[in-house]
């Protein structure tokens, strides 16, 4: 690329950065995870629109230093090949000066080779900031070419905490009206989702169905060079539709008519590494069992909403439970946990969640949105009472829309927590 078409390129990034940054930023947790003094890559990945750019940004502002920026999601830089790299940098130390310390590059797994570049800036002792949208470019590409380097970051949209904060419901004073409020935002939580820009959208099915479309044409197409595009739109579809519930690849081959067993596979992969689906596996110590049969959650609850061809909107169940496991999977990824389900057999009460550490079961968690007919109630305790025997956890926990109390049946206690509480309070593993 031409350099004096690249250093207006860049200069016209940098006029854009105080534009990127609104007043009423919502401070997030996973900011306290970024290691400013490390020799260690900061990367920063998840789902696009999620709020990656805006956490690294205000990092290193309240950090206070000063660093050089590159948005590689720029149409101008499409064309960009590994060997323009070195101008990138050259061009940054003129914006920026030769003495910034710190880099941040924005969805930079867009050049191919990347990773060799990165790898040499952190040989030279500068900081480096990375985000992208897909899991295997960065973690698998990472963990090769930089042999363990790097910290690596999972960003989801807002959590309920964090929409609240978006909108200015008061969630640390526990007066009626604040509980009222909280409550309301929950609703509007789970039909919404927490993408965060979509609060000020007025057209937010055009902004939906463009994070999708971008994904499988960006991420997953392009990436992967498919040529069945439609094919793999049917098949989010379908997952969207069918938040929670367990799939049977030969059903959906035979029912979609996307092809064959193994690209309904590869396809699921595909999705799962653009962050648009979340599976997990059934627990099970033994790996046969694990790699059938899996439940799959969608990144957010907003594409039940307003994605095209959603037909679910209004399973407040199914958004709960979903809302649950994506909270599970921002507590549990620093720690290295792990989430599964668990259904033994196929008359057998399934629990929704089970948090795992090394392989030990250490909580047990049922979601149901109503518990007030006593059949659903014990019916979800016995679920309950029948793995925490089973799988010798005593951490029991039922979330639901009631009210908090403590449950007992058959001589065993299950913490009954409405998810207002459950999702404002609880602490990460």
């Known amino acids: 690329m031409d350099k004096q078409r690249l250093l207006q390129v860049l200069l016209d990034q940098q006029e854009e950065l105080d534009s990127l940054i609104s007043d009423d930023y919502v401070q997030r947790p996973e900011a306290k995870q970024f290691e400013f003094n490390s020799k260690l890559a900061q990367v920063v990945i998840g789902v696009r629109r999620s709020g990656k750019s805006t956490l690294c940004h205000m990092a290193l ?15 101008r ?25 710190y880099l941040f590059f924005d969805e930079i797994q867009n050049v191919d080779g990347w990773h060799l570049f990165v790898n040499r800036l952190l040989r030279l002792g500068l900081h480096v900031f990375v985000t992208g949208s897909n899991a ?20 989801y949209p807002f959590s309920f905490s964090e929409y609240c904060k978006a909108r200015h419901v008061v969630t640390d004073k526990a007066t009626t009206k604040n509980i009222a409020a909280q409550q309301a935002a929950l609703y509007e939580y789970l039909m919404e989702g927490g993408f965060p820009e979509l609060d000020g959208i007025s057209n937010r099915h055009a902004y939906v169905e463009g994070i999708v479309n971008t994904i499988i044409t960006k991420d ?13 739109k049917v098949l989010a579809n379908h997952f969207i539709n069918n938040v929670g519930q367990l799939t049977n690849v030969k059903d959906i081959t035979e029912n979609l008519g996307i092809g064959t067993a193994k690209t309904v596979r590869n396809y699921m992969d595909y999705l799962t590494q653009a962050f648009l689906i979340l599976p997990i596996s059934k627990f099970s110590y033994k790996s046969s069992v694990r790699i059938r ?14 994605r095209h061809n959603s037909l679910s909107s209004e399973n407040l169940g199914w ?21 599964y389900y668990y259904r033994p057999g196929s008359t057998s009460r399934e ?10 079961p250490m909580e047990l968690i049922q979601v149901s949105f109503d518990i007030s007919n006593p059949k659903t109630l014990r019916r979800e305790l016995m679920a309950l009472a029948d793995a925490s025997r089973k799988l010798h956890c005593d951490n029991l926990t039922l979330v639901t829309m009631s009210q908090t109390r403590t449950e007992k049946l058959d001589g065993v206690k299950i913490n009954v927590i409405s998810a207002r509480e459950w999702l404002l309070n609880a602490p990460a593993y």
């Open 61 to 75: 502002r309240n950090k206070g230093v000063k660093y050089g920026y590159v948005n590689f999601d720029d149409d």
């Open 77 to 101: 830089l499409y064309k960009l090949a590994v060997d323009d790299l070195n101008d990138i940098l050259e061009t940054l130390y003129i914006i920026y000066g030769t003495d910034v310390k």
């Open 136 to 155: 295997k470019l960065l973690s698998t590409e990472l963990a090769t070419h930089l042999t363990g380097r790097y910290n690596e970051i999972r960003l």
């Open 220 to 232: 997953i197409k392009t990436r992967f060079k498919l040529r069945n595009e439609e094919g793999i």
């Open 293 to 306: 049969g899996d439940k799959v959650y969608i990144i957010d609850t907003g594409l039940m909403t307003y």
């Open 319 to 339: 958004r709960l439970e979903n809302v649950v496991m994506t909270e599970l999977l921002r507590r549990t990824n620093p720690s290295y946990q792990d989430i």
């Open 351 to 360: 629990v929704d969640f089970v948090v795992t550490d090394h392989s030990k």
